[in-house]
């Protein structure tokens, strides 16, 4: 079913969707595309509160002013305006997958499309939505995300929840994981799910002035 839903996505993305432009690289147009977690992190390793909340996050003017300089894209199209990042392209990614918990944080708030400005797909069994640049997948998201990374386009963005990225586990190619010198004992974890070791080699790491660091991994 996931194959389904991703070539009636694509064929409705091609025919209707500003975004889905050929990508401006020849790398990009011949290699596989990549599917990068990146989050934002706890010391102990929580991604969210038990509620979702965010918001104990420490700012950090200039991890935030790297981030956005770097993949624009990754700001929701609410704050991009504040952020002096209306105009700005994407540099990264054009596509952004969300768990249904991620999503829902989103409708709280009356938003339908929270990254307006990226191809979305939000992985539920039990949501619905009318919004034209949001796909439901209800299918096996691992069949859908190898599907996915074999169509033309840049690099994805997971970008929550735990529980989806347990799921995708074994097919995230990087993480980028911004922790922040903050403990809260309980929350959403990075990762959900059954146990299933997978390893990751580092990359690099940068220091803010804040003690905040974002780390990037590749898959071994």
């Known amino acids: 079913m996931g194959g389904v839903l991703l070539?009636?996505?694509?064929?409705?993305?091609?025919?209707?969707?500003?975004?889905?432009?050929?990508?401006?690289?020849?790398?990009?147009?011949t290699r596989m595309r990549k599917l990068i977690y990146y989050i934002a992190t706890t010391l102990d390793g929580f991604i969210a509160g038990p509620d979702g909340q965010?918001?104990?996050?420490?700012?950090?003017?200039?991890l935030m002013a790297a981030m956005n300089a770097e993949q624009p894209e990754t700001v929701p199209t609410r704050l991009r305006a504040a952020a002096g990042l209306t105009d700005a392209e994407n540099l990264r990614f054009d596509t952004t997958l969300m768990g249904r918990g991620t999503y829902e944080l989103a409708l709280k708030e009356g938003i339908t499309?929270?990254?307006?400005?990226?191809?979305?797909?939000?992985f539920s069994r039990?949501?619905?939505?009318?919004?034209?640049?949001?796909?439901?997948?209800?299918?096996?998201?691992?069949?859908?995300?190898?599907?996915?990374?074999?169509q033309p386009g840049m690099d994805i963005w997971?970008?929550?929840?735990?529980q989806l990225a347990g799921h995708l586990r074994r097919e995230i190619d990087e993480l980028?994981?911004?922790?922040?010198?903050?403990?809260?004992?309980a929350g959403i974890p990075v990762f959900a799910g059954q146990f299933?070791?997978?390893?990751?080699?580092?990359?690099?790491?940068?220091?803010f002035p804040s003690?905040?660091?974002?780390?990037?991994y590749m898959r071994t």
């Open 7 to 29: 070539r009636r996505s694509l064929r409705q993305r091609e025919a209707h969707d500003p975004r889905a432009s050929t990508p401006n690289t020849s790398e990009q147009r």
């Open 54 to 62: 965010s918001d104990f996050f420490p700012i950090d003017p200039d």
């Open 113 to 122: 499309s929270p990254y307006a400005h990226l191809q979305q797909y939000v």
């Open 126 to 150: 039990t949501l619905t939505t009318t919004d034209p640049h949001v796909e439901i997948v209800s299918g096996d998201p691992v069949a859908f995300i190898r599907q996915l990374k074999q």
């Open 158 to 162: 997971l970008c929550g929840g735990g």
């Open 176 to 185: 980028m994981i911004k922790r922040y010198p903050v403990v809260i004992g």
């Open 196 to 207: 299933d070791p997978v390893g990751f080699t580092l990359i690099g790491t940068r220091t």
């Open 211 to 216: 003690g905040a660091t974002v780390t990037t």
